[in-house]
Every structure is written in C-alpha cells, then in structure tokens.
C-alpha cells in the first residue's frame, strides 16, 4: 500500500496558487520530458483561462519519493466558497499561499478560517519573493496576527514556511532571494514531512462521502469525496445514506482516480483515496456511501445558502433570434437545471411560463454562468441581481458582507462618502505608504453596483474585496439603486454620428454610429437623475444650398465599455439586460415609450 497525503492548496484571488500547482507537477517529474505544458493547466474551462481565476475545484495527484500526494486546487474566490468548506472534508493539510507583497486578504482570511475550523494542518508559502516590493518578514508577521485571530491553536501556530517564486519555479527555506533554486523540492519535502497521512481504518466496512458534484452526458452525475473507510470495486453493490436519512442502493459503474492531470478509471480503492464515482444519478453532496447492511452515516456537510438571485427568462426584445441559436423557455430550463447537477449552492424555480428565478452566491457565480451560457448559443434576458431577505425570529434580515479597500490617500475621502451612503460601517483603517486600507461591514445591497463607481471614483488604482458575513436586521434605507437618469431610445433603426453628436451635452453614451437600436433600449446615460427618451437615429436634413462649416466631421467622445457584470451592476429594477452570443443591451421592461411614461407617472 502506497503512502498518501491529501493536501488543498487555498490563497487570495491572484497569489498564485495554480501556478504553484504546475510546477509541483512539474518538480515531481509527473509529466514527460518533452511534453508541452500550458500555463496555469489546472485553470481547464476558457473563462478561468480569460480571467485568471479557478472558479471550480480542481483535482490531481503527483508521486513523489514513494507518496501519492493528492492535491485540490481550490477557488479563492467567495462566491464559491462553499467548495473550499467542504474541500476541508477531504484534506488533513493545506498549503497557504501568500504574495510576498500584498500579505494578508479577505479571501485568505476566508479560506484560512475554513481550514482552521476543520482542523487541518498548514504550511505558509510565501510566493511571488522575486518582486522588487517583496517584504516576506513583515508578511510572516501579518500571516501569524491572522492564525492568532482566528483561534488557531498551538499545534496550528507552529505552521512551517517555504519561500517561493512559482512563477520562476524557485522555491528555498529562507527568505533571502539568493537562497532560491529552480526547484519545488523543498515544498514537496515539507508537505512529506509535516502533513499527516489520512486518518482511516482500511479494514473497517466501506464509508465514502461527496464533497464535490461532477457531471458528464455519458454517466450522468458524478461524487468526488475521499474514502474514508474500506475499500469500494467497481461493480459492486452499495448503498446511499441520503440527506433525508432514507437509503438507495445502486451499482457502482464507475470509479476515477487521478494522475497529473488526467482522471483515470480504476478498479478499486481504498481509505484515504480521492476518488469519483459514477452510478447514482442523484447522488448529492454529503451523502454516505456504505456496504449493504452495514449503513452507518458521517456527518451531512454544511452546502452554502444562496445570498443573491435574479431572473433569467425568454428574449422578448425586437432582435429576438438574430444573434443567438437557443432561445426557449424549455431550452433555458433544461440547461439550468444541468448547471445544478454540479453546482449545489445554485437553486432555481420557476417564476413563470417564460423565466425563472435563479438563485446563487453572488454575482460573480451567477454572471458566469449567463456567460457560459451566451457562449453555447442561448440568448436570454436577465434582471437586476437582488439579496434573498430571508425572516430570522420574525425580523427581516439580509445578508451582510465584509469589505476591505485599498486605495490611494487622495481618494479616501470619497470612497468613505460612498459607502456611508450604503449603509457601510467602517471597522478600521490603516495607513501606509500613501495607501490607506479599509475594513467594512457592508449589506450586501449596498455593493451592488459599486464597483463599477468604485473603479470610476479611484480612477482604477483601488482594489476591492469582499466576503460574506452573516445575516442581520435589514438596513432600512433604499441602497444599491442607480442615482443618474438613463437615456432611452424612443426609435427603431441605426443610430446615426449627427443624432449621437446633438445629445452628446446630455450625457455619456454607451453606443457608436451604425449601431442598430430598438425602441427601449438603453443608449447612455443622463447627467440628471430622471430617464430621458431620446432620438439616436435621426438624420441631418439635406437641402441644396451649402452654409459654411456644414462640412466638418462629428468628432465623438469614444462610446462607454460595457461588459457584462458592468450592465448587472449597472442597472435599475425597472430594466433588464439582454445577453446574446455576440452582445449585451440594456433595455427598459417596458419597451413603449408612452406606456413607460404612463407606469412611472402611477409610481410618483
């Protein structure tokens, strides 16, 4: 029998913990000489290539010195920090990956206190030690106030630490960068010589719990979770513990292992295996998998409430079709109720016969999926993303999210102004090198649609990160709503430089010349707090005589970017955002212009 270890490697968003996982792979001699290996491997799916982020749970395995090391590459992000908790299931170590730079953040405050809690034991990497600003000692110090503030105890405290460069693939036990050599070495021997093997009974009856749901056409769902006790065969006959305490049996058809990067099918496996079965299509998260007759269950894992949702329904604008392959109610309902196959903190419900209303984590998690979407074909029209008020001892409560902002000095005054108004408290400030970081508890309401005047308000030097807290008594002003009016466009047809030009003293517009618009349809934005019905697609009358200037060029200001999280951010409860394969539109619900007038004059 071999010897293991199960580690999670766990970081802020952007510390580098799939980098530090290819050139583990890399250092173990896992991959052949000569075979090419892309950058960040584990990042599989194209947005997490696009955006640098791994936005699910990733597993592989290396073999290093005679042990199978099994590592879990985890999201760092909050939103999916549901699969972090549960990831503590499955491991007896983590490596805490920190920037030499930047220290401490939300996130590894997040992952940290996850990993505390389930008892688990850490060794500090200490990455990125080649930049110029690296401050490794003042870090350590920042890493170890951390551990103490979050109770860890003195086994826990006592954490051994690597300096890396995973970038460089260096990697040495002190902190001097001239101490670091092309090797990962170093962490592989600590992970060997600190981390405990798993702690399982091999000889006992079979218990086997997912932490993770997977999903492929061929085999339906799939449990990945660790063996916690026994052996398990394929084709042997088990049976379920279900959340409910009932009991299935089913078949085994399949089990996965991992190696490298590639999942491979094996025979068998036994206590302290990572594995993924195949043969319950409904198995879920936390369900015990035992021999027949010897059902004992292990504890349920905690799954993550949704804090946010919002609609997804059928395109209804005028362009229905012309983008877009997918466009049903039937067809948007089978693919969203495939997404929850193996995302288990997404919940959906009907709303009506045309939408539903999707429920997740946060917006990240939810635009993400509309953006897997869009790129599979489907067109659909989503709502403002809204926090789930949920009733706790007859109060009405709502989610409330830890914030911390670094900014320069010279914006402070305003980013405290801002989140004032979003019912934000500050819990603390510090002040260093001309950056100032602030600590806020915020409702989650408040920061929908801040960043985006975040961005604006520190001309992009500020950074923003933020976490779920817990629920409580609902703030009572109105935050989170759009202050400036919108400009809508009250004709069908393209929008011309002479009509874009004429309303150009009326605000910013989030359209070019040529771009083919709709009556409803958001075209820019107002300088005033009312929404104004403008003409985009007029024309300049042609007579025939000349007047002097008529022929100069409208020079434009360049049209406003948006991207698809900048039009959820952005818009108001009476609006929507139109996602197809190739654009985002922001329309009015209500695309009549004198209907619109009418429904807002009742609301006044």
């Given at each position: 029998?071999?010897?293991?270890?199960?580690?999670?490697?766990?970081?802020?968003?952007?510390?580098?913990?799939?980098?530090?996982?290819?050139?583990?792979?890399?250092?173990?001699?896992?991959?052949?000489?000569?075979?090419?290996?892309?950058?960040?491997?584990?990042?599989s799916?194209?947005?997490?290539?696009?955006?640098?982020?791994?936005?699910l749970?990733?597993?592989?395995?290396?073999?290093?010195?005679?042990?199978?090391?099994?590592?879990?590459?985890?999201?760092?992000?909050?939103?999916?920090?549901g699969?972090?908790?549960r990831i503590?299931?499955?491991?007896?170590?983590?490596?805490?990956?920190?920037d030499?730079?930047?220290?401490?953040?939300?996130?590894?405050?997040?992952?940290?206190?996850?990993?505390?809690?389930?008892?688990?034991?850490?060794?500090?990497?200490?990455?990125?030690?080649?930049?110029?600003?690296?401050?490794?000692?003042?870090?350590?110090?920042?890493?170890?106030?951390?551990?103490?503030?979050?109770?860890?105890?003195?086994?826990?405290?006592?954490?051994?630490?690597?300096?890396?460069?995973?970038?460089?693939?260096?990697?040495?036990?002190?902190?001097?960068?001239?101490?670091?050599?092309?090797?990962?070495?170093?962490?592989?021997?600590?992970?060997?010589k600190?981390?405990p093997?798993?702690?399982?009974?091999?000889?006992?009856?079979l218990?086997?719990?997912?932490?993770?749901?997977?999903?492929?056409?061929?085999?339906?769902?799939?449990?990945?979770?660790?063996?916690k006790?026994?052996?398990i065969?394929?084709?042997?006959m088990?049976?379920?513990?279900?959340?409910?305490?009932?009991?299935?049996?089913?078949?085994?058809?399949?089990?996965?292992?991992?190696?490298?990067?590639?999942?491979?099918?094996?025979?068998?496996?036994?206590?302290?295996?990572?594995?993924?079965?195949?043969?319950?299509?409904?198995?879920s998260?936390?369900?015990?998998?035992?021999?027949?007759?010897?059902?004992?269950?292990?504890?349920?894992?905690?799954?993550?409430?949704?804090?946010?949702?919002m609609?997804?329904?059928?395109n209804t604008?005028?362009?229905?079709?012309?983008?877009?392959?997918?466009?049903?109610?039937?067809?948007?309902?089978?693919?969203?109720?495939?997404?929850?196959?193996?995302?288990?903190?997404?919940?959906?419900?009907?709303?009506?016969?045309?939408?539903?209303?999707?429920?997740?984590?946060?917006?990240?998690?939810?635009?993400?999926?509309?953006?897997?979407m869009?790129?599979?074909?489907?067109?659909l029209?989503?709502?403002?993303?809204?926090?789930?008020?949920?009733?706790?001892?007859?109060?009405?409560?709502?989610?409330?999210?830890?914030?911390?902002?670094?900014?320069?000095?010279?914006?402070?005054?305003?980013?405290?102004?801002?989140?004032?108004?979003?019912?934000?408290?500050?819990?603390?400030?510090?002040?260093?090198?001309?950056?100032?970081?602030?600590?806020?508890?915020?409702?989650?309401?408040?920061?929908?649609?801040?960043?985006?005047?975040?961005?604006?308000?520190?001309?992009?030097?500020?950074?923003?990160?933020?976490?779920?807290?817990?629920?409580?008594?609902?703030?009572?002003?109105?935050?989170?709503?759009?202050?400036?009016?919108?400009?809508?466009?009250?004709?069908?047809?393209?929008?011309?430089?002479?009509?874009?030009?004429?309303?150009?003293?009326?605000?910013?517009?989030f359209?070019?010349?040529?771009?083919?618009?709709?009556?409803?349809?958001?075209?820019?934005?107002?300088?005033?707090?009312?929404?104004?019905?403008?003409?985009?697609?007029?024309?300049?009358?042609?007579?025939?005589?000349?007047?002097?200037?008529?022929?100069?060029?409208?020079?434009?200001?360049?049209p406003?970017?948006?991207?698809?999280?900048?039009?959820?951010?952005?818009?108001?409860?009476?609006?929507?955002?139109?996602?197809?394969?190739?654009?985002?539109?922001?329309?009015?619900?209500?695309?009549?212009?004198?209907?619109?007038?009418?429904?807002?004059?009742?609301?006044?």
């Open positions: 029998m071999k010897e293991k270890r199960n580690i999670a490697i766990i970081a802020h968003v952007d510390h580098g913990k799939t980098t530090l996982v290819d050139q583990l792979l890399k250092s173990s001699g896992t991959f052949r000489e000569n075979q090419t290996i892309d950058e960040r491997v584990m990042d799916n194209d947005i997490e290539k696009e955006r640098g982020i791994t936005i749970a990733k597993t592989t395995a290396i073999d290093y010195k005679g042990t199978r090391i099994n590592i879990l590459d985890t999201p760092g992000h909050a939103d999916f920090g699969e972090v908790e503590m299931n499955m491991v007896d170590g983590v490596l805490l990956v920190v030499a730079y930047e220290g401490t953040m939300p996130q590894t405050r997040f992952v940290l206190k996850k990993a505390l809690e389930a008892n688990v034991t850490p060794i500090v990497v200490v990455n990125k030690i080649d930049k110029p600003t690296a401050r490794p000692a003042q870090v350590i110090d920042e890493v170890l106030d951390l551990f103490i503030e979050l109770g860890a105890n003195e086994d826990q405290l006592d954490f051994p630490v690597v300096y890396a460069s995973a970038l460089n693939g260096t990697s040495s036990l002190e902190q001097e960068i001239e101490t670091q050599k092309p090797t990962m070495k170093p962490i592989l021997d600590m992970i060997l600190t981390i093997a798993p702690h399982v009974e091999i000889e006992g009856s218990q086997f719990q997912p932490a993770l749901l997977d999903y492929n056409d061929f085999v339906g769902r799939i449990g990945i979770g660790v063996v006790r026994g052996k065969k394929v084709n042997e088990v049976s379920c513990v279900r959340v409910d305490g009932s009991i299935k049996q089913f078949r085994i058809q399949k089990i996965f292992g991992y190696i490298g990067l590639k999942r491979i099918e094996i025979e068998e496996a036994e206590a302290g295996d990572i594995i993924a079965i195949a043969g319950l299509p409904d198995i998260v936390g369900e015990t998998v035992c021999e027949i007759g010897k059902e004992e269950a292990l504890p349920l894992l905690r799954i993550d409430e949704p804090t946010l949702q609609t997804f329904g059928v604008s005028p362009f229905v079709g012309r983008e877009g392959k997918i466009l049903t109610a039937r067809k948007i309902q089978e693919r969203l109720e495939k997404e929850t196959e193996k995302d288990v903190s997404l919940k959906i419900r009907p709303n009506d016969s045309e939408s539903f209303i999707v429920s997740g984590r946060g917006e990240l998690h939810l635009s993400i999926l509309i953006e897997n869009r790129r599979e074909g489907f067109e029209q989503v709502s403002k993303p809204e926090v789930i008020i949920k009733e706790i001892n007859g109060i009405k409560c709502e989610p409330y999210e830890d914030v911390q902002i670094d900014v320069p000095e010279e914006y402070v005054g305003s980013v405290i102004e801002a989140l004032g108004t979003r019912e934000g408290t500050m819990e603390n400030m510090t002040n260093q090198d001309n950056q100032v970081r602030l600590i806020y508890t915020i409702p989650s309401r408040g920061l929908i649609g801040f960043t985006t005047e975040f961005m604006t308000m520190t001309k992009g030097y500020g950074i923003i990160n933020h976490t779920y807290k817990e629920y409580r008594k609902m703030a009572t002003t109105n935050v989170g709503e759009r202050k400036l009016g919108v400009l809508v466009s009250m004709e069908n047809g393209q929008a011309t430089a002479y009509a874009l030009g004429q309303l150009e003293d009326r605000g910013t517009m359209i070019e010349p040529g771009t083919e618009v709709y009556e409803g349809m958001i075209v820019g934005e107002h300088t005033h707090n009312n929404d104004l019905a403008v003409n985009v697609v007029k024309g300049k009358k042609l007579t025939n005589t000349r007047a002097a200037g008529s022929d100069h060029t409208v020079v434009l200001k360049r406003r970017k948006m991207s698809l999280e900048y039009c959820l951010d952005y818009i108001n409860t009476d609006e929507l955002v139109e996602v197809t394969p190739k654009n985002f539109r922001m329309r009015k619900k209500i695309l009549n212009t004198n209907e619109r007038k009418k429904y807002d004059s009742k609301k006044i």
